[in-house]
DNA sequence: CTTAATCAGTACTAAACTAGTCCCAATTAG
DNA sequence: CTAATTGGGACTAGTTTAGTACTGATTAAG
């Protein structure tokens, strides 16, 4: 339920590494070496995290990528908004919509509240959290409740 | 971001329309024009909730299905997991997954918690609030945060 | 016992989305 | 100028989602 996609999981994995790295700029290669990922979507990857303008880019030759803010001022629910679009839980939540039941439907109204709820668990979640670099405990997250920790992500792009 | 399918939505207002309704069975295409749904899903959808033990149903003429336990007992993370598996925000907290960079990646573990803290969100919310039979305050949700509400969905199929 | 209504299970299809790759133009240091 | 980079797309295969259809099992009622 409720999953991000590889992309977004992928992109968590570049920031955290430019988080935990030199303040210098790293190249989309040098990353892609670094996190172990394609060098094809690691660059394409940053270009929407410039877009979106988490990091910021040099150009030419001695060009390449360095985090836009801070970690500690960088958090989930950007990364979420910059890979994924500011999507919500249901279709309801966008401007734009015409719902043939809209009469009846008093589902809408508590999906935003909820949808809500979980952007603010997001935006109390930092890329200094995210990234291990930062030793406090995750603000207003229920830390007694998190379940053992099981062999992360497949990272690495099937063959085709 | 973060969106849930149409298909948990459609089976939210299903829910909450038997919420809403008389303590009797509805027949499949019942619940289709109560909701606006094409019977084939609505069909589709109920067996879902079923097989999930949200509704009770009965066979034969007569039959039809009911909420198999009160309102207030049925949560928004239970109607997610119902229709869209106990899928997590990464691949890193499914059990069986291996990964390249297992070793470097301190990302993951940070996800879990950031999935638990949604998880909560969700539990808290009851099917009598989804439905707003419940005048009470959704609990530990900041309400005084939500926007203006905008227009819902739309929830007919579009034609083939 | 026959019939009609209804759920149960499954298979199928079209459309949409995701992940991954590639190409070429623009930029800049040396 | 040239080599190293980012910027901005286009393209494709694979997967997922949404929606439909069919066939069998169950049951109430005539």
């Given at each position: 339920?409720?999953?991000?996609?590889?992309?977004?999981?992928?992109?968590?994995?570049?920031?955290?590494?430019?988080?935990?790295?030199?303040?210098?700029?790293?190249?989309?290669?040098?990353?892609?070496?670094?996190?172990?990922?394609?060098?094809?979507?690691?660059?394409?990857?940053?270009?929407?995290?410039?877009?979106?303008?988490?990091?910021?880019?040099?150009?030419?030759?001695?060009?390449?990528?360095?985090?836009?803010?801070?970690?500690?001022?960088?958090?989930?629910?950007?990364?979420?908004?910059?890979?994924?679009?500011?999507?919500?839980?249901?279709?309801c939540?966008?401007?734009?919509s015409n719902c043939s039941i809209a009469?009846?439907c008093?589902?809408?109204?508590?999906?935003?509240?909820?949808?809500?709820?979980?952007?603010?668990?997001?935006?109390?979640?930092?890329?200094?959290?995210?990234?291990?670099?930062?030793?406090?405990?995750?603000?207003?997250?229920?830390?007694?409740?998190?379940?053992?920790?099981?062999?992360?992500?497949?990272?690495?792009?099937?063959?085709?």
């Open positions: 339920m409720l999953r991000i996609s590889k992309l977004t999981d992928y992109a968590t994995v570049i920031l955290a590494t430019l988080a935990a790295g030199e303040k210098r700029l790293y190249t989309a290669s040098e990353l892609a070496e670094l996190t172990r990922l394609s060098p094809a979507t690691v660059s394409k990857l940053l270009k929407k995290l410039h877009h979106a303008g988490l990091v910021s880019s040099g150009r030419g030759s001695h060009g390449g990528y360095a985090l836009a803010k801070l970690p500690s001022q960088i958090n989930a629910a950007a990364i979420l908004d910059a890979l994924e679009g500011p999507l919500a839980l249901t279709e939540s966008t401007t734009h009469g009846s008093h589902v809408g109204h508590s999906w935003q509240r909820v949808n809500m709820a979980i952007r603010h668990a997001l935006e109390d979640v930092s890329l200094s959290q995210l990234a291990g670099l930062d030793r406090s405990p995750l603000k207003s997250l229920d830390l007694s409740a998190s379940r053992p920790t099981v062999s992360p992500l497949t990272r690495m792009p099937r063959p085709r």
